[in-house]
């Protein structure tokens, strides 16, 4: 049974254009607060003021407001991006997607202010705990970071000496939310690896690439298994093992809207579809076997 938990913001930090985050810490009862791994989540509840309607318009594909400014309390889920050895703070990061709640809130809470927690919950990452999985894989788009920078502080504190590549994927350079954050993590283990891919932005305007911090462009898999690619054969020897690693050896968790994770999207009628490849059609077609694979959806796009 989730708990409520009433928490102040004791720092707020613009990560990107449009995300911020949020470093709360209990007011009264905080029993159970940090009892929660990697991959789960709390919903955030909290007053905020907007339009009395907003409306997705199937045209612009934007969401419409209109009417009075009205008073409402909101909740919606955000991922742990601490680590539940980090005690006496949960982290927790938000970005705009230009709906309901996410905007106004980014745009009226402030340091010092209150809301409630409701958690922790959720599967996400379950099965890394319960395999005792080695080798990770960490797929994020935009806002599907905080699961992974949470699961590496996690295996960092308690040494377990865990593979983890961090696959995260933004339009460009600037949209990548907590890049110094993960860079920093990366420079703590030698276990640690992260590949950025700027979609929407040229490889000569991308940093130079290092052995173990890679930038590319354009979408991941395109023309290869990018996986394997980072994973086999390259370097990346496993004391643990004995022997360079094998990228099915490896359990992917994805993270971020549907269409990064399978391509499923919403139609032009505004009916659910398959509208392309994500990156777990681009596993299962290299053959990676689908119980190593695990995803957490944020929301339909
Ligand atoms: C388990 C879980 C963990 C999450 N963790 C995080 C996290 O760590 N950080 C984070 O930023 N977010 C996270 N999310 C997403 C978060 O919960 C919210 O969904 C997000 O903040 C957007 O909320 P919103 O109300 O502002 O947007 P919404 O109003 O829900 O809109 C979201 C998007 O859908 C579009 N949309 C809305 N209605 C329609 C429609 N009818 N047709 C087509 N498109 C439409 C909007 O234009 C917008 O782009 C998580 C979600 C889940 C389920």
Redesign the pocket.
Known sequence: MPNKYNVRAEKITTESSD?KSFIFTPIDNEEGLYDYLPGQ?FMLEAKITRPESIV?DKESK??IPSGPDVEVVEK????VVSSPTQKGQIE????????????YLLDQFHEGDTCTLIGPT?KFMKEIFEQNSKFIACWSAG?GI?STLSLMQYCLDNQLGTKVVAFDSNKTLDDIIYHDKIKEMVSKSEHFKAVFTATRQPLDQLPKSTSDVIYESGRFWTGENTLSKHTDNRGFFDKLLGKKTNWLEYFNTICGSSSFINGKG?DKA?KMAKLGEGVEDHLLKFECNPSNIDK??????
Not at 97 to 103: H, L
Not at 296 to 301: G, K
Request: glycine share 10%; net charge positive.
């Open positions: 995300s989540f997705y934007q969401m919606k889920a955000y991922s927790l990061m938000i970005k705009s997607e230009q709906g309901v709640f996410a905007p959720g806002s905080p919403r505004g957490d959806q944020y929301y339909l796009q």
